[in-house]
Structures are given as structure tokens and as C-alpha cells.
Nanobody, 122 residues
Framework: QVQLVESGGGNVQTGGSLRLSCTAS????????VGWFRQAPGKEREFVAA????????FYGDSMRDRSIISRDNDKNAVDLQLDRLKPENTAVYYC???????????????WGQGTQVSVSS
């Protein structure tokens, strides 16, 4: 079983940046596609970005397409999400998860981590 740990969230002002990190134990993580998702209060979970394991192809959702960059370091079993030019509407808990396909936002695995809170003030 893969345990996911998200970190790097915080409180920033509009226009600020954050770098989120997702780490996990086990080889299954380094050989899996991994995606970032977010969930704002009262809203459904939303796909943000994903990256494949070996070729590190990336795919972005519409919400943060031009303001985020996903990357990974398989030696460290880590997948990072750089968030730039943040807006108040980006406030949410951000989660990572393994995915079967980076192009299918619903192809995530059952286990979720605790997430990391991103709060953007105006």
C-alpha cells in the first residue's frame, strides 16, 4: 500500500506562489503516473495536473493550466506542483494520488493523503 504525504501549502496573498510536494513510500509510486487534485469547501474534487512515471509527460486541467507546473524526482519518490500567480479562488485543500491515466481525471486510486491547505487572500 502506498502512503501519500502532501506538504508545502500555506497562506499567501493574491499573486503569490507556492510549491507543493507529494512524497510516498514504495516503488509503486515511482512507477505510477501521479496527479494533483484540489477540493474547495462545498465543491467537488477537481483535477489540477498529472505526470507520467518514466517519460514524465504532463497534462493540466483547465483551472491552473497556465499557472502551474508539475514535476517529479523518482529518486526521491516525490512529485511537486509549482503554483504561481495565485488567486483567492485557488483556495482549497490540495491532494496527490496515483493515476491510471493522466488524461482521465477520474482514474485515481482509492487511497488519499491528508492533503495540504492552500489559502489565498485578496
Amino acid at each position: 500500500q502506498v502512503q501519500l504525504v502532501e506538504s508545502g501549502g500555506g497562506n499567501v496573498q493574491t499573486g503569490g506562489s507556492l510549491r507543493l510536494s507529494c512524497t510516498a513510500s514504495g516503488r509503486a509510486f515511482s512507477t505510477s503516473s501521479v496527479g494533483w487534485f484540489r477540493q474547495a469547501p462545498g465543491k467537488e474534487r477537481e483535477f489540477v495536473a498529472a505526470i507520467t512515471a518514466v517519460k514524465q509527460k504532463t497534462f493540466y486541467g483547465d483551472s491552473m493550466r497556465d499557472r502551474s507546473i508539475i514535476s517529479r524526482d523518482n529518486d526521491k519518490n516525490a512529485v511537486d506542483l509549482q503554483l504561481d500567480r495565485l488567486k483567492p479562488e485557488n483556495t482549497a485543500v490540495y491532494y496527490c494520488n496515483r493515476m491510471t491515466s493522466i488524461y482521465v481525471s477520474g482514474s485515481y486510486h482509492a487511497e488519499w493523503g491528508q492533503g495540504t491547505q492552500v489559502s489565498v487572500s485578496s
